[in-house]
């Protein structure tokens, strides 16, 4: 089942044989994590990256005031790491924790790069990851400055529709930068059925 739903993910992004993904799955290790358990610590490196079998994490990072803020969430089929500190093997500038109870396939930086040198679909793969990441980021940061908080949510409920399930609301309004009131008003404003 694991294996399943990793080697449906590597094929989504890219031609993938089943043999070459049977391969690089080997170098995956199953790990479960409590909810609340903290996967990779800030000012720690981040040696490995986790794809999301069943539950929820979230990353964030401490501003400069000491403040909580959340900057992404990872669901099933969904990898997530702290993507400069893995890459750089430099100190990580954010927090991952579990949201729920998780199971995660866990591959570590070393095994990538064995795997990339050995395993074509697999650098192809991670070429199409990164790609995508840099991506998101760019629309996010374009999220974040010219789209109203109400447009935010809206984005996050169409591309996450489980979230308001699964995430504390204060996470939610972390994540688009305003105050759980604000986003308790935008619920409720977007859940009342408009009137003919």
């Known amino acids: 089942m694991k294996q399943h739903a990793l080697i449906t993910t590597l094929q989504r992004y890219t031609h993938f044989p089943d043999e070459a993904a049977t391969y690089f799955f080997s170098f995956f290790e199953e790990r479960k ?14 040696h490995e990256a986790f794809f999301v079998v069943k539950g929820a994490l979230r990353q964030y990072f401490l501003n400069e005031a000491g403040i909580e803020k959340t900057c992404n969430f990872a669901f099933e089929n969904e990898f997530l790491t702290d993507l400069e500190s893995f890459s750089r093997q430099s100190r990580a ?3 991952i924790t579990a949201l729920e109870p998780v199971t995660c396939l866990v591959i ?5 790069v064995e795997a990339v040198k050995t ?8 070429r199409i990851v990164v790609e995508n990441v840099a991506t998101e980021n760019i629309r996010r940061t374009k999220s974040l400055l010219s789209l109203s908080p109400e447009k935010q949510f809206e984005e996050l409920l169409e591309n996450k ?7 504390p609301q204060r996470y939610i309004a972390q994540y ?5 009131e604000s986003l308790s008003r935008i619920r409720k404003r977007l859940m009342v059925p408009q009137k003919s």
């Open 108 to 112: 570590s930086c070393v095994n990538i």
């Open 93 to 95: 500038a954010s927090n």
């Open 33 to 46: 994590y409590k909810r609340g358990d903290l996967l990779l610590q800030e000012g720690k490196v981040a």
């Open 119 to 126: 395993c074509p679909p697999a650098a192809e793969f991670f």
């Open 161 to 167: 529709p489980a979230i308001l399930q699964r995430v």
């Open 176 to 180: 688009i930068g305003i105050a759980p």
